[in-house]
């Protein structure tokens, strides 16, 4: 059995939980500035850089992953966010890009396979959105710059997910989508990956919104987006980021109503307070989401920004024994959309 059919079967019985982020768990850590980059002959300051950890301090990470497992987690994402050439760029570490992730994927990869619970579990291999933007230039003098171009963003992808695929990765998981047309290079890569390696590689992706409006970025709204990205046959989509589970209701609402294909949203632990920090506690991200799931909203559910192994382990009590969603039917519509969507009923 394939590992997209391992997982259809399993969102059959219950409504998966995947895990929560890692950068707050590696602060609690408290690493000093020199384990960063413990090994390597990196000479800039490499504290703050978490996917470096997975490297470096692979001890960290796997205790992490197995927090997240004990909490109840069957979808775990690798700690690789920035682990693309791009972003490691910025601390002049984009030639271990390779090793980061396929070192990533192996630690949580290792750590399933250690649980002899019979549980499924399943590991994700978490793709970031760079720090560039296709779709907006960043000089406002110029609209029609850009930094990068779709091809070079297609390579830098690829060079990712292969790594994450060679170190064990059943899924490439798309989060934090700001902007579509990065989503768009990210699926290419993809597909590219798909024929090299004669294998069936399934994509998750997931939406992050820059307003309550429920546009991101490059200005799609939920729907809209939907349309743009449902070719590449996703295995899971949904939202995550941004907002707490109170203000993401609507949109996942919206989405559920729409996607012939499984739903996945990991809220923030609340807003920020004016620190910064998510003060929500994990009963109550626990009991918002847990509306979700009654409402048939959900198919798999877990925490972002501000989130921990507790959010988790309360949000995965909170919905057990709940029926997981029903994927709806697709009618035969020519669906298409511009920043809105548009459909051409049959």
Known sequence: ???RDEFIAAAAQRILIKDGPYG??????????????????????QKGNNDLVNLTQPQVI?????????????ILATNTFNANRISQADYGAEGLVREINVSAARIIREAIDAREDGVQRFVAGAVGPTNKTLSLSPDVEDPGYREVSFDEIVDVYREQCAAL?????????????????????????????????????????????????????????????????RHAKPLTIGLNCSFGAEQLRPHVQILSDIADTYLMAYPNAGLPNDLGEYDEVPET?????????????INALGGCCGSTPDHIAAMARA????????????????????????????
């Open 62 to 74: 796997r205790k992490i992953c197995d927090s997240y497992i004990d909490a109840g987690a069957h």
């Open 285 to 297: 991200t626990a009991a918002l989401t847990r509306v979700w799931a009654e409402n048939g909203r």
């Open 165 to 229: 695929i060679e170190g064990g990765a059943d899924f490439i998981l798309v989060e934090t989508v700001f902007d579509t047309l990065n989503c768009k290079a990210a699926i290419m890569a993809v597909k590219q990956l798909e024929r090299e390696l004669r294998q069936d590689i399934p994509v998750m992706i997931s939406l992050t919104l820059t307003d309550l409006s429920g546009r991101n970025l490059s200005g799609h709204t939920v729907e809209a987006f939907w349309h743009t990205v």
């Open 1 to 3: 059995m394939s590992k």
């Open 319 to 346: 919905v057990e024994g709940l029926t997981p969603r029903s994927v709806p039917d697709s009618e035969a519509e020519m669906r298409l959309a511009g920043l809105e969507p548009f459909t051409i009923a049959a």
């Open 24 to 45: 707050t768990e590696i602060q609690r850590a408290n690493l000093a500035p020199e384990d960063y980059a413990a090994g390597t002959d990196l000479t800039q300051d």
